[in-house]
């Protein structure tokens, strides 16, 4: 699976999500761009877009998406808080389709 991980999300992420081919928003040479640019790209290129921005889903239209998107709730968007999801963020993964929005942890949808 290619996942995409919003500027927000912190960089060393990637390394908790083996095996799946992650890369950032910075490295995509994207940083500062706008949402809709970021999921644009994601539709294109990506499977995934994995992001802590809660309110992506109420300023963006993610229905008429064809990549799925993972909203992360931790503490706060610092590694270590982050880190804490990825068992379920793998086990979200693992089972999310195209156009999907998610939310991990399930209990934190809004």
């Given at each position: ?32 761009k ?23 889903i ?44 998610l ?8």
């Amino acid at each position: 699976m290619r996942i995409l991980l919003d500027e927000c999300v912190p960089r060393k992420l990637d390394r908790e999500l083996a095996p799946h081919f992650v890369t950032t928003v910075p490295k995509q040479g994207l940083s500062g761009k706008r949402d809709e640019l970021l999921l644009g790209v994601s539709e294109t290129d990506f499977d995934v877009f994995v992001t802590v921005d809660r309110n992506l889903i109420f300023e963006q239209n993610l229905r008429k998406l064809r990549t799925a998107v993972v909203v992360l709730h931790a503490a706060s968007n610092r590694l270590a808080a982050v880190r804490l999801l990825v068992p379920e963020l793998l086990q979200t993964l693992g089972h999310i389709q195209k156009g999907q929005v998610l939310h991990v942890p399930k209990s934190a949808i809004p």
